[in-house]
C-alpha cells in the first residue's frame, strides 16, 4: 500500500483535521484513540454509504430486468405471428395424410405404366414429402423457440421480482439506520462535530479507501490466477500417493508469492488461523483487514471458492454488501484442474500456518 501515500496525501491534507476544543483530530485516526461510541457511530455512517452504493447497484439491476422483459415481450409478439403461418402449413399437411390425400401419389406409383413415369410420379412425391416435412420441422423450430422465449420472459419476472424485493429490504435497512444515526447524533450534545467527522470519513471512504481496496482485491485475485503455475515450479508443495494428492501452503510461502507478483503487497500481511485466512495491510494512513474461509464447491466447476467475512477499514467494520460486491467482481478462488486437468479437489482445511487442500486424481 505504499502508494497510497502519494495518492491520499492530497485528500489527507484537505481532510486532515477537526476543531474541537482547540484539538486537531485526524480523520484517520488510530481507532484506539476514537471513543468507542463515537467509532460505532463513523461505522454506521460507513454502512450508509455502501447501503447508497447498493441500492444504486440493485437499480441498475431491476432497470436491466426491466428492460429484458419489454425485449421478451416483444419479442413474443413477433414468434407469435410467425409461429401461426408456420402451424397453418403444418396443419394441411398433417391433415393431407390424416384424410388420405397423399395416397393417390402412392396409388400413382403402383400404377405407373413406364419408368418414366414412375420416376416422375416419384419425383413428384418427393417435392411433395419434402415440403411436407419442411412445414413441420420449421414448425417445430418456431415452436421450440416459442418455448424457450416463454421461459426466458418468465425468468425475468422472477429475477426482477427478486430484486425489487432486495431492493425494498436494502431501503428498509438504509431508512433504520439513518434513523440510528440521527437519533445518535441528536443524542450525542455535539452533533454538528460528529456530522462532519461523518462526511469526512465518508468521502475519506469514496475517494480513496474503496478504490484502493478493490485495486488490492484485483492485484490478489490476479495473483490467485498465477497460484497453479506457481505450486508446479515449487513441487515440494504438491505431494502425491497413489490417486491422492496433498497442496500444504504456508502463509510465509503465499506471502512470499504475492510480494513477487505485486510490490504493493510488502506492506500486506497473509497468515492462516485455524477456519479462516487473515490479510491485513497498514501504511500509516490506512489500514485493512480481511478476514474470509474457504469452501468447496463443485458447480459450475470444482473450485476452492474465498469468501470474506469481515472487512475492516482504519478500523471500521464494513458491511456485507460491500463484502459480497468484492466477492461479485473479484475471484480469489483457487481451480485445481488449472494445476492438473484430470485432478478435483475434495477437502479444504485452514490450519494454524498453512492451508491444506486434498485432491484426487480421476472423477
Do not use: C
Not at 139 to 167: F, G, H, I, M, P
Amino acid at each position: 500500500m505504499r502508494r497510497l501515500i502519494g495518492i491520499g496525501l492530497p485528500l489527507l491534507l484537505l481532510l486532515a483535521a477537526l476543531t474541537r476544543t482547540g484539538a486537531l483530530v485526524p480523520v484517520y485516526a488510530d481507532p484506539a484513540e476514537i471513543p468507542e461510541q463515537t467509532r460505532e457511530l463513523l461505522e454506521k455512517s460507513l454502512s450508509v454509504t455502501e447501503l447508497e452504493r447498493e441500492i444504486e447497484r440493485i437499480g441498475s439491476l431491476r432497470t436491466e430486468a426491466e428492460r429484458d422483459i419489454v425485449h421478451s415481450e416483444t419479442e413474443l409478439a413477433r414468434q407469435e405471428i410467425e409461429i401461426a403461418a408456420h402451424r397453418e402449413k403444418a396443419g394441411r399437411a398433417l391433415r393431407s395424410y390424416y384424410m388420405g390425400q397423399k395416397d393417390i401419389l402412392l396409388s400413382g406409383i403402383l400404377n405407373a405404366g413406364s419408368l418414366s413415369e414412375l420416376l416422375r410420379t416419384w419425383e413428384l412425391m418427393e417435392l411433395v414429402f419434402r415440403s411436407d416435412r419442411e412445414a413441420l420441422l420449421a414448425y417445430q423450430e418456431e415452436y421450440d423457440r416459442l418455448r424457450q422465449s416463454y421461459e426466458a420472459l418468465a425468468k425475468s419476472k422472477t429475477e426482477l421480482s427478486e430484486v425489487e424485493n432486495a431492493l425494498i429490504a436494502q431501503r428498509d435497512r438504509i431508512t433504520a439506520l439513518r434513523q440510528e444515526v440521527d437519533e445518535a447524533l441528536a443524542g450525542s450534545g455535539q452533533e454538528a462535530y460528529l456530522r462532519q467527522l461523518m462526511n469526512e470519513m465518508q468521502a475519506y471512504w469514496r475517494n480513496v479507501g474503496l478504490y484502493e481496496v478493490r485495486e488490492h482485491f484485483r492485484a490478489l485475485s490476479k495473483a490467485m490466477g498465477r497460484l497453479p503455475d506457481w505450486i508446479q515450479q515449487n513441487p515440494g508443495i504438491m505431494k502425491t500417493s497413489g490417486l491422492k494428492a496433498t497442496i500444504t501452503v504456508t502463509d510465509e510461502q503465499l506471502n512470499e508469492f504475492i510480494r513477487s507478483e505485486d510490490g504493493r503487497f510488502e506492506q500486506f500481511e497473509i497468515s492462516f488461523v485455524p477456519g479462516k485466512m487473515v490479510l491485513e495491510g497498514d501504511n500509516g494512513s490506512l489500514s485493512v483487514r480481511i478476514e474470509g474461509h474457504y469452501t468447496l464447491e463443485n458447480e459450475p466447476q470444482n473450485a476452492i471458492l474465498f469468501h470474506v467475512d469481515k472487512l475492516v477499514f482504519n478500523g471500521l467494520e464494513l458491511p456485507d454488501t460491500t463484502r459480497a460486491d468484492l466477492e461479485r467482481e473479484f475471484d480469489l478462488g483457487f481451480y485445481p484442474q488449472r494445476l492438473i486437468k484430470y485432478v478435483t479437489a475434495d477437502t479444504v482445511d485452514i490450519q494454524e500456518g498453512e492451508l491444506v487442500v486434498g485432491l484426487k486424481i480421476g472423477k
